[in-house]
């Protein structure tokens, strides 16, 4: 063999040794059982390529985040008691998020990804909830020493109540179509229609229109019960949020110019401050910390029309 050539392959050959793949470092997954406890808030473990999922034993009414542009949530009508929640930026980061569900329970999270660079941390891939536990003691064993003896007479049986006629919601939404919007906001536009009251539960039609020149994503709908301040410049003081029983909207996504009717039902608290008033939330999913805030009858009239 030529000594050039020799000398030319026993140089290479390190190179080539240098080039094999190495085993790529597996994150460690992790499932996670926890009682559910909305004291509480939860650290969930997260990295970019993987898919984490929260299982609650409840269905699942509105899912918030607080940076939409690092992190995605989704939520389908198909696994309603479900939420996969996934890291959008190679960089580490970190988030919170909230979940209510139709009974009203509301969950916390912080979501932190360390990026991915950071193999040796590991992945929560579920993070289940169980019911609250119960803490209840048991009744005894019945005693059969008879201490008293009395003669019973038959008592009239009760007469059934009617109950509580439930909230049009159809009808609500078919009027709030035809309606001509007062619109409050900018760039997204929001009218808050009807607001009818059946025994606590109280539903609210609304209407959503995009006046920017690109295509959004709105954010479930939320309730609150705000105070105002004492110096009267308008400023909250603070938010109590309602739960949100049920919603339904015509459209999430909208175009520029598109429109969109809903309806969304809660249980209104039984009273508040004078200072206080309820609050309709409209948010889009790019822009979560600029929501529109729409006054909301607190007592709506008879007859439910009109706000």
Request: aromatic residues 4%; glycine residues 6%.
């Amino acid at each position: 063999m030529n000594i050039r050539w020799l000398l030319v392959y026993v140089i290479t050959l390190p190179h080539a040794f240098a080039q094999v793949d190495r085993p790529k470092v597996l994150p460690e997954g992790r499932i996670v059982r926890l009682a559910l406890d909305a004291q509480g808030v939860n650290v969930l473990h997260l990295r970019p390529g993987f898919v984490s999922c929260v299982r609650l034993p409840e269905d699942i009414s509105t899912v918030v985040l607080g940076n939409p542009s690092a992190f995605r949530a989704e939520h389908s009508d198909a696994e309603p008691r479900m939420v996969s929640l996934k890291p959008t930026t190679p960089r580490p980061a970190e988030t919170n998020v909230l979940i209510t569900t139709k009974t009203g329970r509301e969950v916390a999270l912080h979501l932190v990804s360390g990026g991915s660079t950071d193999n040796a941390a590991p992945v929560d891939f579920v993070l289940e909830y169980d019911r609250p536990r119960s803490f209840l003691i048991e009744a005894m064993r019945p005693s059969f020493i008879v201490s008293q003896t009395e003669t019973l007479t038959p008592q009239p049986l009760p007469i059934p109540t009617k109950a509580p006629s439930p909230v049009p919601t159809a009808l609500l939404l078919r009027q709030q179509r035809s309606r001509k919007p007062r619109w409050q906001g900018k760039q997204l536009r929001v009218d808050v229609g009807a607001v009818t009251m059946s025994d606590q539960q109280m539903a609210v039609a609304f209407s959503v229109m995009n006046a920017s020149d690109r295509t959004i994503e709105l954010l479930p709908p939320q309730v609150q019960l705000a105070g105002g301040s004492k110096g009267g410049h308008g400023k909250a003081l603070k938010a109590e949020p309602i739960a949100i029983k049920d919603f339904a909207v015509t459209s999430r996504r909208l175009g520029p110019g598109a429109r969109a009717d809903g309806i969304a039902t809660f249980d209104r608290p039984s009273f508040k401050e004078s200072n206080e008033q309820m609050l309709l939330q409209i948010a889009q999913a790019e822009e979560v910390d600029r929501p529109v805030l729409v006054p909301i009858a607190f007592v709506p009239p008879d007859g439910g029309g009109g706000k």
